[in-house]
DNA sequence: ATATTTTTTTAGACAAATCTAAATACTATA
DNA sequence: TATAGTATTTAGATTTGTCTAAAAAAATAT
């Protein structure tokens, strides 16, 4: 029914994913080629490809998104890439920087047994270390209303439960500062001048962030 | 210094190393196409590039045999082959025939600090659920004396530590019979007429075995 | 609305890994 | 030793995924 796709193919299928949740509309061949560091006639050898196989509706000139059963691939991948980080990070005690290259070669290794074993043996978790909610094994996810934290009223307080960027800089970062996936946050002040913010950690460690740090931390209120 | 092989590039090589143990010192490429089912001229190019990458010493019509190198880097992909096998088995309740295809896909997964966690976190276990050794980081393994449990004398008893053939259709059968790594055998009796044994398990239950089965199971005495 | 710029697609080439069919080299035998 | 029979290699084709260069379509600016 599902047939295999190869590792190209799925990491195509992965990126239309990330990109149409992100923007929320069709995805065009530049922004694939850019997120994925290849060349946009090779984007457009490959979606053709995809189109064939059914996964994509994709339209010349028009851009991309993922048809039912695309999307329903994508979350499976997704699904086997966020299992796999919780398994390297609460198993194997990789730090959450560290994850993400090794969980993007296990992702592709695709079964079905291993995986539902893999879900029982880590405790069938909801979110992965960033935060990011893991697909169950129909495709369905488990979301959390959550704000920017450079969103966050005045005098407002919440739980840390993502981040947007999970770049390795990005998180090494974070642990410097102190701020982690659980954190409670309250926003203090805004500065006018460049949209910076002063925070206070746990209720005892006063922070300043910038906003470009605000713009990629979610927030439970 | 050691460079990158493809999964293709992989596979051959362990292949040679399975090939060469299992026998003699030369390989020929019937013997690897058989083994990877293949045609032998698909074997024939793939040799020329790994003698170009130095990993296997090939002189055209006289088969292969695994250079210095290419021994180290069959030594590593059979590691994390193990390595994964004792995972499946200990941490996510595989059975002993059901982890070679998965273990086959995840030892291509290349990253040493998977690989040095993982073996931490199983203990650094020195032998995988069939019985075989797991190569340390450089590359040794660490190896017990075996006798075939065909060739134990009558009224020796011995401990099983591996077998020889671990297709599905075997260790589905040695489980029905009750034998697994560990268990400790007797030799009671051999009949003639076609070879069988006759044999005591755990010091209680009389078995039954052909000389097939017999030659493909390995005792410490 | 026309011209210019940007984006996207096509055309043609290449490397990896495989295949079939044909040629060549070893081996065994009469 | 000549020859029939295997084993092995080469030649040429195919598939997948990529690339560069050039053409075509869409977007933008004048």
Redesign the pocket.
Known sequence: MMKKL?K??ENYLKTVYHLSEAGKKNV???EIALAIN????????????LSDKQVISYI??Y?VSLSELGSKMALHIIRRHRLWEVFLVEKLNFSWDEVHEVAEELEHVNAPLLIQRLDEFLGYPKFDPHGDPIPDEFGDLKTRPRVKLSDVPLGNAGKIVAVNDSSAAFLKYLDKVGIYIGAKIEAVDKIEFDGSQELVLDNHKKIFISKEVGANIMVLL
């Open positions: 190869s190209a193919e065009s061949t530049n290849t060349k946009p006639a090779s984007v457009s050898d490959m979606l053709k490809k010349k000139y851009g």
